[in-house]
């Protein structure tokens, strides 16, 4: 059972009991109307309170059954609620925590809805690209009016019951004396009382939409919405399906809600969004680390370097509350790591997104020093310093000397080998890889780098820390580059080709951002500093030499062009100005380089552009994913999702791979192979079986 069925002197009480959120699946719907005909059925029963179990109303739809034919199995949520909506007994919602999704739909179909301030009220379908599909686009119009109900679904965010409080959507919103679910409970109980006897059953189907001159309204939020959703088709399908609430029946607008809904789940989009959904979720799941394994105290964090990497990582620490010790070798660079935090928190000051008292608070959680001694009690430690082994090397060295027994020794290498880092202390298994993605603060991806001695208890308290600091903890297992720079090599690799044989910047970047990257490869590396690429790249030159790269990126930088830092990159930038200006001279050094390496250039249509980069990333993806490097295709998606600026309704590379037919990826890489540097696209083997057998990376 997944709901209980107690009876409280005439009133009886459906008790939604699924944890963590009482999500409404098979179970608990079979048991909320197997517990609404008792009472029908019960001559002693006057009226019918649902309330929630534990930490919330119910948010929705049970996500373990989301995708499966469970979700539309009878009793469907639909026929839940028209239970509800049909009884001839007084229904009442009672509301605390969270309210969401098909759980508020459920309220809407009760005759009378009662909550405790600080609900959390919201219909969030939009955001996995999909409509309320229980009723919610015509029922919530009818309570809290048209335009507050076009807001709340095409935004798809929470708003408090207390700010509903003097809508029709509550009937009353319980204030002082009411704290917890058992005191929501008496209140609901005393409110059952009162309208017991109350005829003819108020029903929210029976309201009209009120709202003059919609026609004009309507148009207008169109419009707008159009213009803000992008490539997503979800928020103006939501806007055209609560219109029906005003132009069409009751029963008419269910059944175009109901349309809608299977149209917007059948789209790319929202496969896309759902995948991305569970790929979340999934990325904190690590089959060897139990959820129950015990994790480490972090109330004091060391970061070591106050550079760009370094001040960032420390904002995420301070953000959450965490002291950090910044420690720097100059005194000089130290002071400027420091003010470069307090400028950045400043500007968000300024823009209204930081209080004065939330400012000082977070400014007041960083001291600096310039001794190892002085961070010897943190809980963990994030080293930042020069991609350089010989520089890790040293610090780890002096890591290992000072800090206390139990201390986490977290390297932000985005490429270097974590295993070789650890053997630099005598305390392998404290050390694992934290690769934070710039700038730090704002960026949600965080790659972490799991060791072979790295214990389990150090890896649970990593994802559990990336949690509080807001991030995506993606596992990956120890290579060069790791998962995500691992595959970035070879899409930069097919960008500087692509240059050599015809393109230019701003045509290869307009194509891949037209395909939905949040920008190009070449704006890309303007952005993340040209000169960091350059410097990996000669590591490579020598540690793998059979490699062979395009020479046009060591050409940029030999002009001294690093990319925006220094005004100048693959474009020109202006001070206060982040647009990228195209170059004639750097355009006119690709053209000559290629005369100089005998490339007759040709036109490049954007078709290739696109396959030849999202295909390089898919194919070292699934070698990635053989190895074992990444647990999971969905994790790849993930940190290209959050990490990489891959477009969110592509769904990831492995996932857009899959939409397209491995089969068809494949039959493009081996056209590419007949081109220049052909051995570039030799076919991951994985990709090669799935292929063969007809599936995906994410069957």
Request: with cysteine; charged share 20%; glycine share 10%.
């Given at each position: 059972?997944?709901a209980?069925?107690?009876?409280?002197?005439?009133?009886?009480?459906?008790?939604l009991?699924?944890p963590?959120?009482?999500?409404?699946?098979?179970?608990?719907?079979?048991?909320?109307?197997?517990?609404?005909?008792?009472a029908?059925?019960?001559?002693?029963?006057?009226?019918?309170?649902?309330?929630?179990?534990?930490?919330?109303?119910?948010?929705?739809?049970?996500?373990?059954?989301?995708?499966?034919?469970?979700?539309?199995?009878?009793?469907?949520?639909?026929?839940?609620?028209?239970?509800?909506?049909?009884?001839?007994?007084?229904?009442?919602?009672?509301?605390?925590s969270?309210?969401?999704?098909?759980?508020?739909?459920?309220?809407?179909?009760?005759?009378?809805?009662?909550?405790l301030?600080?609900?959390?009220?919201?219909?969030?379908?939009?955001?996995?690209?999909?409509?309320?599909?229980?009723?919610?686009?015509?029922?919530?119009?009818?309570?809290?009016?048209?335009?507050?109900?076009?807001?709340?679904?095409?935004?798809?965010?929470?708003?408090?019951s207390?700010?509903?409080?003097?809508?029709?959507?509550?009937?009353?919103?319980?204030?002082?004396?009411?704290?917890?679910?058992?005191d929501?409970?008496?209140?609901?109980?005393?409110?059952a009382?009162?309208?017991?006897?109350?005829?003819?059953?108020?029903k929210?189907?029976?309201?009209?939409?009120?709202?003059?001159?919609h026609?004009?309204?309507?148009?207008?939020?169109?419009n707008?919405?159009?213009?803000?959703?992008?490539?997503?088709p979800?928020?103006?399908?939501?806007v055209?399906?609560?219109?029906?609430?005003?132009t069409?029946?009751?029963?008419?607008?269910?059944?175009?809600?109901?349309?809608?809904?299977f149209?917007?789940?059948?789209?790319?989009e929202?496969?896309?969004?759902?995948?991305?959904f569970?790929a979340?979720?999934?990325?904190?799941?690590?089959?060897?680390?139990?959820?129950?394994?015990?994790?480490?105290?972090?109330?004091?964090?060391?970061?070591?370097?106050?550079?760009?990497?370094?001040?960032?990582?420390?904002?995420?620490?301070?953000?959450?509350g965490?002291?950090?010790?910044?420690?720097?070798?100059?005194?000089?660079?130290?002071?400027?790591?420091?003010?470069?935090?307090?400028?950045?928190?400043?500007?968000?000051?300024?823009?209204?997104?930081?209080?004065?008292?939330?400012?000082?608070?977070?400014?007041?959680?960083?001291?600096?020093?310039?001794?190892?001694?002085?961070?010897?009690?943190?809980?963990?430690?994030?080293?930042?310093?020069?991609?350089?082994?010989?520089?890790?090397?040293?610090?780890f060295?002096?890591?290992?000397?000072?800090?206390?027994?139990?201390?986490?020794?977290?390297?932000?290498?985005?490429?270097?080998?974590?295993?070789?880092?650890?053997?630099?202390?005598?305390?392998?298994?404290?050390?694992?890889?934290?690769?934070?993605?710039?700038?730090?603060?704002v960026?949600?991806?965080?790659?972490?780098?799991?060791?072979?001695?790295?214990?389990?208890?150090?890896?649970?308290?990593?994802?559990?820390l990336?949690?509080k600091?807001?991030?995506?903890?993606?596992?990956?297992?120890?290579?060069?580059?790791?998962?995500?720079?691992?595959?970035?090599?070879?899409y930069?690799?097919q960008?500087?080709?692509?240059?050599e044989e015809?393109?230019?910047?701003?045509?290869?970047?307009?194509?891949?951002?037209?395909?939905g990257?949040?920008?190009?490869p070449?704006r890309?590396?303007?952005?993340?500093?040209?000169?960091?690429?350059w410097?990996?790249?000669?590591?490579?030159?020598l540690?793998?030499?059979?490699?062979?790269?395009?020479?046009?990126?060591d050409?940029?930088?030999?002009?001294g062009?690093?990319?925006?830092?220094?005004?100048?990159?693959?474009?020109?930038?202006?001070?206060?100005?982040?647009?990228?200006?195209?170059?004639?001279?750097?355009?006119?050094?690709?053209?000559?380089?290629?005369?100089?390496i005998g490339?007759?250039?040709?036109?490049?249509?954007?078709?290739?552009?696109?396959?030849?980069?999202?295909?390089?990333?898919?194919?070292?993806?699934?070698?990635?994913?053989?190895?074992?490097?990444?647990?999971?295709?969905?994790?790849?998606?993930?940190?290209?999702?959050?990490?990489?600026?891959?477009?969110?309704?592509?769904?990831?590379?492995?996932?857009?791979?899959?939409?397209v037919?491995?089969?068809?990826?494949?039959?493009a890489?081996?056209?590419?192979?007949?081109?220049?540097?052909?051995?570039?696209?030799?076919?991951?083997?994985?990709?090669?079986?799935l292929?063969?057998?007809?599936?995906?990376?994410?069957?």
């Amino acid at each position: 059972m997944s709901a209980d069925y107690v009876v409280n002197g005439s009133v009886a009480v459906i008790t939604l009991n699924n944890p963590p959120v009482n999500g409404l699946g098979l179970a608990t719907r079979t048991a909320a109307v197997e517990g609404l005909r008792r009472a029908q059925a019960d001559a002693a029963v006057t009226a019918i309170v649902i309330v929630g179990a534990g930490k919330a109303f119910s948010g929705g739809a049970d996500i373990k059954e989301f995708n499966s034919p469970k979700a539309l199995a009878e009793p469907s949520l639909h026929t839940l609620i028209r239970v509800v909506e049909e009884s001839h007994k007084p229904t009442i919602a009672a509301i605390h925590s969270v309210c969401m999704g098909g759980g508020l739909e459920l309220a809407l179909g009760c005759n009378y809805r009662v909550a405790l301030r600080g609900a959390q009220i919201a219909l969030p379908e939009v955001k996995l690209g999909l409509l309320p599909g229980a009723g919610g686009t015509q029922r919530l119009p009818r309570l809290v009016g048209l335009e507050m109900a076009i807001n709340m679904i095409v935004s798809g965010t929470p708003v408090l019951s207390e700010n509903l409080a003097k809508t029709a959507l509550f009937d009353d919103v319980f204030d002082e004396g009411a704290q917890s679910s058992a005191d929501l409970l008496a209140c609901a109980l005393t409110f059952a009382g009162k309208v017991a006897a109350i005829r003819p059953l108020p029903k929210v189907r029976e309201r009209k939409v009120d709202y003059p001159n919609h026609e004009a309204f309507l148009q207008f939020t169109r419009n707008t919405v159009k213009a803000m959703s992008g490539p997503f088709p979800a928020p103006l399908e939501c806007v055209d399906t609560v219109a029906a609430s005003v132009t069409r029946t009751f029963d008419d607008g269910l059944k175009f809600e109901r349309e809608r809904f299977f149209h917007l789940i059948q789209t790319p989009e929202s496969k896309s969004l759902r995948h991305a959904f569970f790929a979340e979720r999934l990325a904190s799941k690590v089959p060897d680390v139990p959820a129950d394994t015990p994790t480490r105290a972090i109330r004091q964090a060391a970061i070591i370097g106050a550079g760009t990497m370094g001040g960032g990582i420390a904002m995420n620490f301070v953000n959450a509350g965490i002291p950090v010790v910044l420690l720097e070798t100059q005194q000089e660079a130290l002071d400027k790591g420091i003010a470069t935090i307090r400028k950045n928190y400043e500007n968000t000051m300024k823009k209204g997104k930081l209080t004065q008292e939330k400012f000082d608070q977070r400014i007041g959680l960083i001291r600096g020093t310039l001794s190892y001694d002085d961070i010897a009690q943190a809980d963990i430690v994030v080293e930042a310093v020069f991609e350089d082994m010989n520089v890790k090397e040293t610090v780890f060295r002096q890591l290992d000397a000072v800090m206390k027994p139990g201390a986490i020794l977290a390297s932000n290498t985005s490429t270097l080998d974590v295993d070789q880092i650890a053997g630099f202390t005598s305390r392998p298994q404290d050390v694992v890889g934290t690769h934070f993605f710039s700038p730090a603060n704002v960026m949600k991806l965080l790659e972490i780098v799991r060791g072979k001695a790295t214990s389990k208890d150090v890896l649970a308290t990593t994802l559990a820390l990336s949690k509080k600091l807001k991030k995506t903890g993606v596992v990956s297992g120890v290579c060069d580059g790791f998962i995500g720079n691992r595959m970035i090599e070879q899409y930069s690799r097919q960008a500087g080709f692509l240059l050599e044989e015809g393109c230019l910047p701003e045509q290869v970047d307009a194509a891949v951002e037209k395909f939905g990257f949040a920008m190009g490869p070449f704006r890309m590396g303007d952005l993340a500093g040209n000169d960091i690429g350059w410097y990996i790249r000669k590591r490579r030159y020598l540690e793998r030499p059979e490699i062979v790269y395009s020479k046009t990126a060591d050409l940029l930088c030999e002009m001294g062009r690093f990319g925006q830092k220094t005004g100048a990159g693959w474009y020109d930038y202006k001070p206060g100005d982040r647009k990228a200006y195209a170059n004639p001279a750097v355009n006119q050094m690709i053209v000559e380089h290629s005369a100089n390496i005998g490339v007759e250039r040709r036109t490049v249509s954007d078709q290739e552009i696109v396959e030849r980069l999202v295909y390089s990333l898919v194919n070292e993806g699934a070698r990635i994913l053989d190895e074992g490097i990444a647990m999971r295709a969905s994790d790849i998606d993930m940190v290209y999702l959050t990490g990489y600026g891959f477009p969110l309704f592509r769904g990831g590379p492995m996932f857009y791979a899959d939409t397209v037919g491995l089969f068809n990826v494949l039959m493009a890489m081996e056209k590419y192979a007949k081109g220049r540097h052909g051995d570039a696209w030799a076919p991951a083997p994985l990709l090669v079986r799935l292929a063969a057998e007809g599936k995906g990376f994410n069957s």
